[in-house]
């Protein structure tokens, strides 16, 4: 309620009568529950840093605050959201670092290496798990022997409990790096995961974006493909499209999908997704959204009804994006959305739905907000996703 509010007052501002009775800038539907409240993400991202004892080599969740000086690396036994086969991998991390000569890299000038572990799991039973490290000065034959050790652990050692279909191993020297930056080694297992979606059959690289919570995922899209209204005829943009989840789940009741994502392996994901369920009526994008979508739109002339998802990270959409999106005529229906609303994404919706602007290249008539689903993709926490439909 606080974020429509927010809206409405903002576009208020702007000119726009946008505030209902009630205050909000549209209707406002009740919260649409998760299937699964308990152990529902399918991604975990595990710290290594000093535990409450002091121990630098502690694998968990950071609670404190950099500004109170007091965070602090904490086990992630207690987490309820999080499924028990990603805390035993964490354990099992833990336990291997504990037992190494190599020191944790807790910040990046103090030396150190073992980092972060990210453990990516699957209805179908599959469990991927990457891990970070900083190289510093060492050479290749003392990174392969670091290698062979971890991949011993894991496939003949204690780590065997976790039964690991990948196991990879990224060297970086930054705090986030992509497979193009740094690749993903296969130390151990197959390279991908696989996970069915809405009876699609989904293929994962070890960055590739998927929702957390998969069941939440499937409600999810089969409204977002009830509010797009796409007939026979419409061609579907996919914007931030990650593996082609929403897409190729819509596939069946439109003529066309477009999809842009920025991670080339997850466009590879998304084609070999294609193909391997068989859906034709579709092609896939690698690059920037705010370089691809203003190239293809700038020269558009079909004639078929369009409509837009977007389902862009928490920095939301470029300016460019917004504004190819307000300029193309035939986008008349635009679902956004925003696991942070309140976030960079209201930015976007003012610039979706303020007065056309010639200094911004705004030419094109505004968006206006018209209805908002809230759902719960992520039971224990404060936070929910939200879908928010714009018409014109």
């Given at each position: 309620?606080?974020?429509?509010q ?14 209902k ?15 699964i ?30 500004r ?9 036994n ?5 499924p ?59 990174l ?28 970086s ?12 080694q ?66 069946h ?24 369920n ?54 008349r ?9 309140e976030?960079?994404?209201?930015r ?5 739905c ?39």
């Amino acid at each position: 309620r606080k974020i429509l509010q927010t809206l409405a007052s903002r576009l208020e501002k702007l000119g726009i009568d946008a505030q209902k009775p009630d205050g909000l800038c549209c209707p406002l539907q009740p919260v649409v529950p998760s299937p699964i409240i308990n152990g529902y993400r399918n991604k975990s991202t595990f710290s290594v840093n000093r535990g409450p004892d002091g121990n630098p080599k502690t694998v968990g969740l950071y609670v404190g605050t950099g500004r109170g000086q007091n965070i602090v690396c904490v086990k992630a036994n207690h987490v309820e959201n999080i499924p028990p086969e990603h805390k035993q991998v964490a354990e099992c991390y833990e336990e291997f670092i504990r037992h190494s000569s190599l020191d944790p890299c807790i910040l990046f000038h103090e030396g150190g290496h073992w980092r972060e572990l990210v453990v990516r799991t699957t209805r179908h039973g599959h469990t991927m798990a990457i891990i970070t490290f900083h190289p510093q000065e060492l050479g290749q034959e003392a990174l392969a022997t670091q290698k062979a050790l971890l991949k011993e652990f894991f496939v003949c050692g204690p780590g065997t409990v976790c039964a690991l279909t990948s196991l990879y191993f990224q060297e970086s020297t930054m705090t986030r790096c992509s497979h193009e930056q740094s690749p993903f080694q296969l130390l151990h297992g197959e390279p991908h995961i696989f996970e069915e979606v809405l009876g699609l059959k989904f293929r994962i690289s070890p960055d590739a974006f998927f929702q957390v919570n998969t069941g939440a995922a499937e409600v999810l899209y089969q409204v977002v493909g009830e509010l797009s209204q796409a007939g026979g005829d419409t061609i579907l943009l996919d914007i931030c499209c990650g593996t082609g989840t929403i897409g190729l789940s819509l596939a069946h009741q439109v003529s066309k999908i477009i999809g842009i994502e920025v991670v080339e392996k997850a466009v590879e994901d998304a084609r070999w997704n294609a193909a391997f369920n068989g859906i034709s009526n579709c092609e896939f994008h690698s690059g920037k959204a705010e370089a691809v979508l203003p190239q293809l739109l700038s020269s558009w002339e079909d004639a078929r009804p369009l409509v837009a998802v977007v389902n862009p990270s928490r920095a939301g959409l470029h300016y460019r994006v917004v504004r190819a999106i307000r300029n193309c005529k035939p986008i008349r229906r635009l679902l956004y959305i925003s696991c942070k609303p309140e976030g960079e994404a209201m930015r976007n919706f003012l610039e979706l739905c303020c007065p056309p602007d010639p200094g911004k290249k705004l030419a094109g008539e505004p968006f206006a907000p018209t209805l908002a689903i809230p759902f719960d993709m992520f039971p224990h926490t404060v936070h929910c996703e939200l879908v928010l439909l714009f018409t014109r």
